[in-house]
């Protein structure tokens, strides 16, 4: 494969931009940015004011995407995202009025206060990029990424989200409170007019090529990975499926999604291939919310990501 020419450009500069607006929480953002060049959704989880919305609509608006929000309630109906069927008097006829899953980036804000039900709508939509109503299918941007926030799920008013629900998120990324520093700029800026509400007002330049994100994602689809960076990625994730502390592990789309955002951190990274390194540092996001740990583990206060870490770590690197 030829060298990387879109990939670590475009990253910087989303980076740089989102930066005019988001103090800290690189990690967060880098991972948002390996699932959207993954072709992936991703799950955020954390607790609220962490600037989850914030991050995702400034996102949106420096590559140029349509954004739309849908806040998540426990009255939500599945006609109110995917849309419905509308009769119109004057012509006698059916015609379809587009729900707001019809957009390019989709917020859909604490997706774990609304009933199973209504969750399901996004199962269709996050696999195959369409929708079905009566009958009638309707496909969505090529650019369709699903960004959805949940609260911990020991919040009060929350529903868990069912297996089949998370598998189809790509990443899931955990938000934590900014450190001290970065807190007292968030102050500064905010004494200094600082409003995101209104990110219009902010000096946001835009990603110059609209394709761009299709051109990194042809990139990263040509990239290929060497055969024991392959093997390195099913052994870890097989170990997940025989760990005395797991109820059931994860399944061949973990191994899929794994080698998918090792590859797009790769070329973040500015290579056109893959290491066991990229692999160990995408591990927790792909793989924390495909495990149920047993319900023992849980009562002695045993964490996922800690259980992750030591698969990793008991898995021989390859050379």
Known sequence: MNELKYTPEVIAHIFNEIHKVIVGQDEVILQILIALLAEGHVLLEGIPGTAKTLTVKTLAKIIGAKFTRIQFTP????????GTNV?????????????????????????????????AALLEAMEERQV????????????????????????????PLPEAQLDRFLLKVLIDYPNQEEEQKIIARWD????????????????????????CRHEIKQMRTELGVQRYIVEIVQK????????????PRASVALLLCTKALAAIRGRNFPTPDDVRDVALPVLRHRIALRAEAELDGVKTDSVISDIIKSVEVPR
């Open 75 to 82: 009255d939500l109906m599945p006609s109110d995202i995917t």
């Open 87 to 119: 009769f119109n008097m004057q012509t006698s006829q059916f015609s379809f009025r587009h729900g707001p899953i019809f957009t390019d980036i989709l917020l859909a804000d604490e997706i774990n206060r609304t009933p199973p039900k209504t969750q």
């Open 132 to 159: 079905t109503v009566d009958g009638e299918s309707y496909t969505l941007s090529p650019l369709f990424t699903v960004l959805a926030t949940e609260n911990p799920i020991e919040y009060e008013g929350t529903y």
């Open 192 to 215: 200094m007019g600082f409003n995101p509400r209104h990110l219009e007002q902010i000096d946001l330049v835009p990603i110059a090529d609209i394709t761009a994100i299709q051109h």
């Open 240 to 251: 997940t499926r025989n760990h005395p502390l797991i109820q059931y592990g994860a399944s």
